[in-house]
């Protein structure tokens, strides 16, 4: 076994680069960060990190390497404790308002401030000079792309060309925009298309986080005349943070509010929520729960912002949040009465994870994804059932035994860790050499 894990392992690390664009990660970034953060610190061979720059493809040694992730981490803040995110302050205004209250916005941010992320980044990896070109990387390596950013783009992978020795492994995490566009924006249609033409091209073995997941990408792979593809399904784990003791915290134990978590698209179906909180409000009156809307707007996302924000009976009971660090949103979704994700379609679902680790139930519309993700442990509601969320959001806000039964059993659950998970993804590598 240790000869053969001493396979060196290149990391693609443009979504790294990209970091700095954002103030806080999203999931794929987290999970990203704990790919490189993991063949950095644990492979047993040798590792490192390839970049597209304007001088070429660069190689950034281990040590390099290691220094990126933590100052990415820095960066976005993840390393911080809870209780310092100015965010969750706001949060804890809004829950404790009886009017009005704007609060602060971390995701927007102006241009100077992106550059000065940037600049911290790049002074912690000192790039280009003294990094070795991609000609010099070890000979076998296996290429590892997560991040998904420059797979769409031939400029960025064409060094595989001239490098036959390199076996590539793609992790893709879904084929909605090719089995819903509807969903998708068409620039985003195009990008996925190119990102699985490439895949196809190129792949030596794929990895997908879930068994709906792996069917969508192997019929697609199939259609495209590579259905020899070694295909590694593995459930992604959650950050480490949401495995750790929860700390009580009185502020937000006192309110009884809701956590909605992901980017404000068409997709992801906030409008169905807008309707049930209207009937929460309409029934129950300032008693009604809130409901936190954490993410940012992504295609179609300013108009889901304008219906979120221009609901005068919701003016009191949605609060907007970006800019969360993980500490953060653990926090807010651990004392939270449920975690909601009505999606239209997924093709994973890391916010369910991390809700049932830290024994908070959640409500997810019925889908293929959410189930292979949560089990028996959700409650599970067809995305345009209005009266179904309405009934399971009562349901979880009162003191009956349907809502104790729920709570029991989610405290049964136990997630995938990294460990387990690494240790089936170097397994999967190994039979590549």
Known sequence: MGVVLSVPVAYDMVRMFAGPLVPTPRGIDRVDLGY??????????????????????????????????????????????????????????????????????????????????????????????????????????????????????????????????????????????????????????????????????????????????????????????????????????????????????????????????????????????????????????PQAPKLVVVGSPAWGGEAILHFLTRCRDLENHIILARGLSSPALRRLVSHAKGLLMPSHAEGYGLPLIEALCVGTPVIASDLPAHRDVAGDYALYRHPMDGLGWLAAVETLTSDTDESAAVRRRISSYRPPTWPDYFSKIEHFLRTLS
């Open 36 to 285: 490189a953060r993991h063949f950095a610190e644990s492979w047993r061979g040798d590792c490192g990190g390839t970049l597209p720059t304007p001088w070429g493809i660069v190689w950034f040694e281990r040590g390099r390497l290691l220094k990126l992730i933590d100052r990415l981490e820095d960066i976005w803040s993840e390393s911080r404790a809870s209780q310092e995110d100015t965010g969750l302050d706001d949060i804890k205004m809004r829950l404790a308002a009886n009017r009005p209250l704007t609060a602060r916005r971390r995701g927007k941010t102006n241009v100077g401030e992106k550059a000065r992320r940037f600049a911290d980044l790049f002074s912690a990896g000192g790039l280009p000079r003294g990094l070795r070109r991609l000609s010099a990387a070890p000979q076998n390596s296996i290429y590892v792309n997560i991040g998904h950013v420059g797979l769409a783009f031939p400029w960025f992978l064409a060094w595989l060309q001239r490098r036959p020795d390199v076996k590539p492994v793609f992790m893709l995490h879904d084929m909605i925009p090719l089995e819903n566009p509807e969903w998708v924006s068409d620039s985003g249609l195009h990008h996925h298309r190119h990102m699985t033409a490439n895949a196809a091209r190129y792949a030596a073995a794929l990895i997908t986080t879930s068994p709906s997941a792996r069917d969508s990408v192997t019929r697609e792979m199939r259609a495209r005349g590579r259905d020899d593809i070694p295909v590694a399904t593995v459930p992604l784990p959650v950050a480490p943070i949401f495995l750790e003791p929860g700390q009580p915290d009185q502020e937000l134990a006192a309110h009884n509010y809701f956590v909605v978590c992901g980017a404000l698209e068409p997709r992801k179906n906030h409008a169905l929520l807008v309707y049930v909180w209207r009937e929460l409000v309409r029934r129950h009156g």
